[in-house]
């Protein structure tokens, strides 16, 4: 009886390592599925989250959210972009919680790592700290693209998801807009590159 706790324990590592090692395909983020519609995401987002949806700042493109929860952190934003209509990344921005972000960045990374093992970088050096996962997606779809980046000087540790594969889909299916339109061209003033 004395040596069923220290199997099951060892089996339950074998198992976290192994299920880290082929993390499951990610179908989208937090329950938006990678290719929803604008209207979609605007549902459930925000049951999901706890954000809301900031109007002013969204466009067609992005829909911003403001406030909610990501990792069982408090979230400044969340940003959700779309090609043609279809969803296909998202960023998520914790709040600033820790002098330059030292234990929001620690915190996300061992959840990360947990779930889809090791980053492949992980250079602590510089100020701006990025790390990259590419997950599988599924049989012969192209993979998933996970990063997480912290700026001490910047707005929070941030955690992005991508799904190329719908970026070039929904981007194979043309602009919304015709072509054949032109824009009316903007006037700006003599100074305005001195701001460039």
């Known amino acids: 009886m004395k040596t069923v706790l220290p199997v099951c324990l060892l089996l339950a590592a074998v198992v976290g390592a192994v299920r880290a090692q082929n993390p499951a395909p990610i179908p989208g983020f937090l329950d938006v599925p990678w290719g929803a519609s604008v209207e979609e995401a605007k549902k459930i987002f925000p049951k999901r989250s706890g954000a809301r949806l900031d109007r002013a700042r969204s466009t067609d493109d992005e829909l911003r959210f403001i406030g909610g929860k990501f990792a069982g952190m408090r979230a400044h934003s969340f940003y959700l972009q779309f090609v043609n209509g279809r969803f296909w990344k998202a960023d ?59 700026d001490p000087k910047g707005d929070g540790a941030v955690v992005m998801y991508a799904c190329d594969r719908m970026r070039k889909e929904a981007g194979q299916a043309g602009p919304k807009t015709d072509p054949g339109k032109t824009s009316k061209p903007i006037k700006v003033g003599a100074s305005a590159k001195d701001d460039l």
């Open 92 to 150: 998520a921005r914790v709040e600033n919680q820790s002098a330059g972000h030292e234990a929001e960045f620690a915190a996300l990374k061992k959840l990360m790592v947990e779930k889809y093992g090791p980053a492949e970088n992980d250079n602590p050096a510089g100020s701006v700290r990025v790390l990259d996962w590419n997950v599988e997606a599924g049989p012969g779809l192209e993979k998933n693209h996970l990063s997480l980046s912290a």
